[in-house]
């Protein structure tokens, strides 16, 4: 019961830092990266689909992505989806693919990020903090109904502690990762 406990405590602050790490990714850097394309969607015929469903994407220099759209007919839709996006890129199309040029990104660009990276960092934290919340009431209910003593509560609530001082430190390991790939030129 108590184990059980833990190990879902752990399954959902490892799955909160999993989210920030996939948020995390779809941040514009400096590179080029498919990633970014993931928030695009494109109506197709009625239905908003994913960009990377409807189109191969590939990366043929560091700082461009080349989208070949597997029906040509889409061509025209998937470059006003792009220019309606947030990316604050311009598509250019040859008929055949779509390029998109990444520019350098501007320091003042590059600090918006770090702050919106940091943002995401806390959410994870807050969000690893409330499972640890949680994990402590079911601890305390597990008590009350006799099911554990004062002392296993009492090591249970510093494992839990511990997991999630674990947990908290990763989100900033990997926050300060990204605020330095993003800061660099």
């Not at 590179?31 to 689909?49: F, K, M, S």
């Not at 469903?53 to 560091?62: D, K, R």
């Not at 806390?122 to 994990?135: K, M």
């Not at 249970?156 to 993003?182: C, S």
């Amino acid at each position: 019961m108590v184990e059980d406990i833990l190990k879902d405590a752990e399954r959902r602050m490892k799955q909160a830092i999993d989210a920030m790490v996939h948020d995390f990714s779809t941040y514009r850097t400096g590179r080029a990266n498919p990633v970014v394309l993931e928030r695009v969607h494109v109506e197709y015929y009625g239905v908003e689909t994913p960009l990377n469903q409807m189109a191969n994407i590939t990366v043929p220099e560091p700082r461009q992505l080349m989208i070949t759209p597997y029906d040509k007919s889409m061509l025209g839709t998937i470059e006003k989806a792009i220019q309606k996006s947030d990316l604050g890129i311009n598509p250019s199309s040859d008929g055949i693919c779509i390029r998109l040029n990444f520019p350098q990104m501007t320091e003042d660009r590059r600090k918006e990020l770090v702050k919106q990276v940091n943002n995401r960092a806390e959410q994870a934290c807050v969000a690893v903090r409330n499972v640890r919340r949680d994990a402590n009431e079911h601890l305390k209910a597990a008590m009350k109904n006799k099911e554990i003593g004062e002392d296993d509560e009492k090591a249970f609530e510093a494992k839990i502690q511990k997991m999630t001082d674990k947990f908290v430190a990763e989100a900033h390991d990997l926050q300060k990762k990204k605020d330095a790939e993003l800061m660099e030129i």
